[in-house]
């Protein structure tokens, strides 16, 4: 009992020494207190609207952080962007993004042929012939250089829906370049 009585008069006495220090601040730091307040408000609603999960593996990480406002030399091979993916493959995607690794780039050489992918020679992938529900599907064919502001993109799962089914990529369709989180 004797504790208990303890610990109520040091808590009413830390209730009154914060009412009276709370009562002296300046107009300085009321100003800063309201200041970092706003900050931490803006940064909560903000943050959430540029981070973004993704519910399959296309490209191995899960957790990325949107950079929607980016540079078109920020634009280059191997840069992982999110861009809008139009199929029936996939529910409710018409459309929904997709973060996808460009790997092919505007005046590089792309060959694709009976199913398989090379970047100026360089082995990129294969294309299957159904999808993982089991409906078939189509390979992209192209032999020749990619034209001034396109892209192949290509997620590192055998799955992905991807170039490989759906030809080259505007890069004015970019909606955002993906960091990954995890």
């Given at each position: 009992?004797?504790?208990?009585?303890?610990?109520?008069?040091?808590?009413?006495?830390?209730?009154?020494?914060?009412?009276?220090?709370?009562?002296?601040?300046?107009?300085?730091?009321?100003?800063?207190?309201?200041?970092?307040i706003?900050?931490?408000?803006?940064?909560?609603?903000?943050?959430?609207a540029?981070?973004?999960i993704?519910?399959?593996?296309?490209v191995?990480?899960?957790?990325?952080?949107?950079?929607?406002?980016?540079?078109?030399s920020?634009?280059k091979?191997?840069?992982?962007?999110v861009?809008?993916?139009?199929?029936?493959?996939?529910?409710?995607?018409?459309?929904?993004?997709?973060?996808?690794?460009?790997?092919c780039?505007a005046n590089?050489?792309?060959?694709?042929?009976?199913?398989?992918?090379?970047?100026?020679?360089?082995?990129?992938?294969?294309?299957?012939s159904?999808?993982?529900?089991?409906?078939?599907?189509?390979?992209?064919?192209?032999?020749?250089?990619?034209?001034?502001?396109?892209?192949?993109?290509?997620?590192?799962n055998?799955?992905?829906?991807?170039?490989?089914?759906?030809g080259?990529?505007?890069?004015d369709?970019?909606?955002?370049?993906?960091?990954?989180?995890?």
């Open positions: 009992m004797e504790i208990l009585k303890r610990f109520r008069c040091l808590i009413n006495g830390f209730g009154a020494d914060f009412l009276n220090r709370t009562k002296q601040l300046k107009t300085k730091h009321l100003f800063c207190f309201v200041i970092g706003a900050s931490i408000t803006y940064a909560g609603a903000s943050i959430p540029k981070l973004s993704s519910p399959t593996n296309s191995g990480y899960h957790l990325f952080f949107y950079k929607k406002n980016f540079r078109k920020d634009l091979k191997n840069t992982m962007v861009v809008p993916l139009y199929t029936r493959l996939i529910d409710n995607c018409w459309p929904c993004l997709a973060v996808k690794y460009i790997k780039d590089d050489k792309l060959l694709a042929e009976t199913g398989s992918f090379f970047c100026n020679g360089i082995y990129l992938g294969t294309a299957k159904h999808s993982q529900k089991g409906v078939p599907v189509k390979a992209f064919t192209y032999d020749g250089t990619i034209p001034e502001n396109y892209f192949f993109d290509m997620g590192t055998i799955d992905s829906y991807d170039s490989r089914y759906t080259l990529v505007s890069k369709d970019i909606k955002a370049v993906a960091i990954p989180l995890f």
